[in-house]
T-cell receptor, first 112, second 114 residues
Framework: EDKVVQSPLSLVVHEGDTVTLNCSYE??????LLWYKQEKKAPTFLFML????IEKKSGRLSSILDKKELSSILNITATQTGDSAIYLC????????????FGKGTSLLVTP | DGGITQSPKYLFRKEGQNVTLSCEQN?????MYWYRQDPGQGLRLIYY???????QKGDIAEGYSVSREKKESFPLTVTSAQKNPTAFYLC?????????????FGPGTRLLVL
């Protein structure tokens, strides 16, 4: 069964909109949660979250972890066409050599 | 110029053929990983290695093999036993930090079956 579930699977917005992407996980031995952005090639790292309630921020992107609800959100404000990509959420477990367990991703398309 | 390199960018496999995908890193990372990505899917773990001369199977290791003879290299062989090899293959590396490490990815290899 899926350990990491992302929603929505796809999203189309207009430039300037604010979007919220969701990631929920059902795992034991949680270590950390990571967000990546993928634009037709290798995923690039956005955030790592380990502590509940502490927001990580980088420009127009921000993310927060809720360990009680076993979830995380990724917010993008004032979206631009360059934000169009697949956003991947991954959870690190304390087994499998700390490999990443990925969700299926959210495909975001920002239209002009 | 540090980073992870993968080659080739595209690879074509004939029926019954074994092919090897290269992954090299000069980041001095101990841990290396191979993932497979299919359309509309997240990445799935094939193999991982936390130290030279040691590697472990991931969730979908059947039909694949690896070696880790050098710290900087972690090649993946797709054997003829892998019946559905067409996918995007990504290699990653990290410095082990007890689950709080960031994995960095190479540019990937797209494998296609002729």
């Amino acid at each position: 069964e899926d350990k990491v579930v992302q929603s929505p699977l796809s999203l189309v917005v207009h430039e300037g909109d604010t979007v919220t992407l969701n990631c929920s996980y059902e795992v034991t031995n949680f270590r950390s949660l990571l967000w990546y952005k993928q634009e037709k090639k290798a995923p690039t790292f956005l955030f790592m979250l380990t502590s509940s309630g502490i927001e990580k921020k980088s420009g127009r992107l921000s993310s927060i972890l809720d360990k009680k609800e076993l979830s995380s959100i990724l917010n993008i404000t004032a979206t631009q066409t360059g934000d169009s990509a697949i956003y991947l959420c991954a959870v690190v477990l304390g087994d499998s050599g700390y490999a990443l367990n990925f969700g299926k991703g959210t495909s975001l398309l920002v239209t002009p | 110029d540090g980073g992870i390199t993968q080659s080739p960018k595209y690879l074509f496999r004939k029926e019954g053929q074994n092919v090897t995908l290269s992954c090299e890193q000069n980041l001095n990372h101990d841990a290396m990983y191979w993932y497979r990505q299919d359309p509309g899917q997240g990445l799935r773990l094939i193999y991982y290695s936390q130290i030279v001369n040691d590697f472990q199977k991931g969730d979908i290791a059947e039909g694949y093999s690896v070696s880790r003879e050098k710290k900087e290299s972690f090649p993946l062989t797709v054997t003829s036993a892998q019946k559905n090899p067409t996918a995007f293959y990504l290699c990653a590396s990290s410095i082990p930090r007890g689950g709080r490490e960031t994995q960095y990815f190479g540019p990937g290899t797209r494998l296609l079956v002729l």
